[in-house]
């Protein structure tokens, strides 16, 4: 059977999925705990009609979007996951073979939802400092464009100028995925009525601290989300994760409790880790990137086996014996520097 896969998916690998038990420090995840709009919501959902399906396009989270961002309802398609707004992008555009151009290093599931679509995964490569080659972007023939920012795993948020550029110059669609957005002050969602060719993925998983509730959406122009929300299998939110992505929306307080841990503690564990004699790049993220001087596999391990979980990144290109760390809190990061001096001092 193997001979008769998809061309374009037989490179492919399991995800990630370790199977250590450790404090996960991994996933870039909301460090303030499970959001409390879960609580709320499924107490007053002992009694819904779960026999009935949702609503196909979740209108009333697409209404409280709107609300929230000053856009419409259609301008917003809702998912499970951000990760299904990527795959229903590439759904809706992608012919066999078509070329998909997006930065390197990156998000590695970027490339998962091209090569399951059918499509061809390009990349190019960032310039120092990790921002975006937009004259090498442009210059590849292609049928999208897709990059995040802030970037993961490298952190860092591209040029404005740079990535205005791309929007403007490049005539076919291209993503720009926000999954961190709520970390900085920068963000593209708000233009989406502007360009015919903008589509911006967001997601409940992290600031939210949601990500069990599988929760995302996407923003576009309304004539480009319609034509999106044609694609994506109807009902495939939850009517659960409706009512609690709703209920996220209006409670902010736990939203910004999780921003002002970050804010607080960014620059204080990336001092803490540069104090412990690491490489450690600019983060405008709730992670931090840093370079270690052993091999980054072991050191990862060697972590984890003192109980905290962090993503080891130093096979990649460019990232090599790079690590990724969730910024926690202050309580977490200083078991987590503790830690890690434990394993420099034990080399
Ligand atoms: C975490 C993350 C997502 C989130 O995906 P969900 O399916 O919404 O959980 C999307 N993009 C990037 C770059 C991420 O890091």
Not at 325 to 337: A, C, D, P, S
Request: with cysteine; net charge negative.
């Amino acid at each position: 059977m193997e001979e008769l896969r998809r061309s374009t998916v037989r490179d492919l690998e399991l995800y990630y999925n370790p199977k250590v038990k450790a404090i996960r420090m991994d996933t870039s995840v909301n460090v303030v705990g499970p959001n409390p709009a879960v609580k709320k919501v499924l107490e007053e959902c002992m009694d819904m009609e779960v026999n009935q399906y949702p609503s196909p396009y979740s209108d009333d989270l697409r209404k409280a979007l709107a609300e929230r961002y000053n856009l419409e309802a259609d301008n917003f398609v809702v998912g499970n996951g951000s990760d299904e707004l990527l795959d229903v992008s590439f759904k809706s555009f992608l012919e066999s073979g078509d070329v998909v151009v997006a930065p390197h290093p990156s998000y590695v599931l970027h490339s998962f939802f091209v090569k399951i679509n059918g499509g061809c995964f390009e990349t190019v490569d960032l310039l120092p400092g990790f921002q975006l080659d937009v004259d090498g972007m442009l210059e590849k023939k292609s049928k999208m464009i897709i990059l995040c920012t802030p970037n993961n795993p490298t952190s860092n948020c591209f040029k404005r100028a740079d990535v205005k550029r791309l929007i403007e110059e490049y005539d076919r669609p291209i993503i720009v995925d926000e999954a961190y957005t709520e970390y900085t002050s920068e963000e593209y969602l708000s233009y989406v009525n502007e360009f015919d060719n903008l589509i911006v993925t967001r997601t409940f998983s992290k600031a939210y601290g949601l990500a069990g509730m599988r929760i995302g959406y996407l923003a576009a122009n309304k004539k480009l989300a319609t034509m999106m929300q044609k694609v994506k299998i109807p009902y495939s939110l939850n009517k659960i994760s409706e009512a609690v992505a709703i209920a996220a929306l209006q409670n902010t307080e736990y939203l910004e409790k999780g921003q002002k841990i970050v804010k607080e503690q960014r620059e204080k564990l990336s001092n803490g880790l540069r104090e412990l004699g690491f490489e450690v790049f600019p983060s405008d993220g709730n992670f931090i990137m840093f370079r270690v001087k052993v091999p980054s596999d072991e050191f990862v391990s060697r972590l984890a086996a003192k109980g905290i979980l962090i993503r080891d990144f130093g096979k990649r290109r460019m990232l090599e014996n790079c690590v990724r760390t969730t910024i926690g809190t202050e309580e977490l990061n200083e078991l987590l520097l503790s830690k890690i001096k434990e394993v420099n001092e034990e080399w």
